[in-house]
């Protein structure tokens, strides 16, 4: 059974710092992962998906990276802002059905 | 694009009381459609998943139901409800179907249930 472990478990820093959140999979026979951030009381907004193949993807200020092999990511989040603060999650495409296997997430607090 | 809606956005019912939450997708056809519940303090956890009209498969044993009467719409729901079934329900879509290398998926906003 694949399990989603994500690091730290909250984590909060000053304004302008460049941050590392970090996910771990059991198994490593996955398909893609993706990574979501998750505002209060709001639905899942997607940042990045890596397919399988891939090393890392980046949109903006945020990089992805996969390491298959070890049974890990990283969200790299460049020069933080306030509006970075979220709860980000982790997860990895398990099994038919297109299911996904949820980490417990990363909730971040940027201070001005 | 496509635009998962789901409502209601909040809901406060009692114990006992029946359940029904809709969530609906605008912008492709075909899609893979979940149900997550997301409880206090809790991660995600994926309750039902549909790869078509009729399909349903459910992953944690409940009281909870779905139910995919159109392509676009996915029902969540229960003849009675329990305390235990407070949280956060997401509707959630990946666009096409029949993949099985992942596509993205994408989630609506929620339905906040409390049940007294």
């Known amino acids: 059974k694949q399990e989603v472990t994500q690091i730290p478990a909250a984590l909060s820093v000053p304004e302008g710092e460049n941050l590392v959140l970090n996910c771990s999979f059991t198994?490593?026979?996955?398909?893609?992962l993706q990574w979501f951030r998750q505002d209060p009381g709001k639905g899942l907004t997607s940042l990045l998906l890596i397919q399988s193949s891939q090393r890392e993807q980046t949109s903006g200020r945020l990089n992805a990276s996969l390491d298959k092999s070890s049974g890990r990511s990283t969200l790299y989040i460049a020069a933080s802002q306030p509006g970075d603060s979220a709860t980000y999650l982790c997860?990895?495409?398990?099994?038919?059905?297109?299911?996904?296997?949820f980490g417990t997430g990363t909730q971040l607090k940027v201070e001005l | 694009s496509q635009t998962i809606h789901q409502w209601p956005a909040t809901l406060v019912q009692p114990v006992g009381s029946p359940l029904s939450l809709e969530c609906t997708v605008e912008g492709t056809s075909n899609p893979n459609l979940y149900w997550y519940r997301q409880a206090a303090g809790r991660g995600l956890q994926l309750l039902f998943y549909?790869?078509?009209?009729?399909?349903i498969s459910s992953e944690v044993p409940q009281n909870l139901s779905a139910s995919r009467p159109q392509d676009r719409q996915f029902i969540l729901s229960s003849k009675k409800l329990l305390l235990s079934d407070s949280g956060f329900y997401l509707c959630?879509?990946?666009?096409?179907?029949?993949?099985?290398?992942?596509?993205?998926?994408?989630f609506g906003p929620g339905t906040r249930l409390t049940v007294l």
């Open positions: 549909s790869v078509g009209i009729g399909q």
């Open positions: 198994d490593s026979a996955i398909y893609n």
């Open positions: 959630a879509s990946i666009p096409t179907s029949g993949q099985t290398n992942g596509n993205e998926q994408f």
């Open positions: 997860a990895v495409y398990a099994g038919g059905g297109n299911k996904l296997t």
